[in-house]
């Protein structure tokens, strides 16, 4: 089924040059971008963009990594984009990604102050559900 999926790239991708290389492995997979957009996102948006997230011990250094520079988000299309784009990007821990993922073969770790906060250059949306409720709020 054709579908619409979010994808964020990250401060980190962001910092690192890396949209175009991220960009060309979700086209590789059969997707094309729809929707583009660059903003550095407020913590409120962040707040509900991670509401599942919000209580979590690492939620602090989350919202001040996402909002330390600007982010690139973007809508992907194609079939069966959801679950292609989670594919393609890989597991949330770099280290745990399989070879070939934008997070494995793009991505690192840093240790700030006491706590870990990863930074896994994308964000993607895990379900169509949540596809759908993460596009409204990125694009309005
Ligand atoms: P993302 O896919 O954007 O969804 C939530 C983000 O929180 C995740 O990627 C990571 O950047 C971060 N994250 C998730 N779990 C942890 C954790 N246990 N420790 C630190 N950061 C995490």
Not at 44 to 51: E, F, M, P, T
Not at 114 to 134: F, G, Q
Request: glycine letters at 6%.
């Amino acid at each position: 089924m054709i579908e619409r999926t979010l994808i964020i790239v990250k401060p980190d991708g962001v910092r690192k040059g890396l949209e175009k290389s991220i960009i060309r492995k979700y086209e590789n997979a059969g997707l094309r971008m729809v929707k583009r957009k660059v903003l550095t996102p407020t913590p409120d948006l962040l707040k509900k963009h991670y509401s599942a997230h919000v209580k979590k011990p690492f939620y602090p250094y989350l919202e001040k990594f996402m909002s330390s520079g600007p982010v690139v988000a973007m809508v992907f299309e194609g079939e069966d984009a959801v679950a292609t784009v989670r594919k393609v990007t890989g597991a949330t821990d770099p280290a745990k990604a399989d070879v070939g993922t934008i997070r494995r073969d793009f991505g690192d770790m840093e240790l700030p102050d006491d706590d870990r906060i990863m930074m896994n250059l994308v964000h993607a949306s895990a379900t169509k559900e949540e596809a759908e409720k993460e596009i409204k709020l990125w694009f309005g």
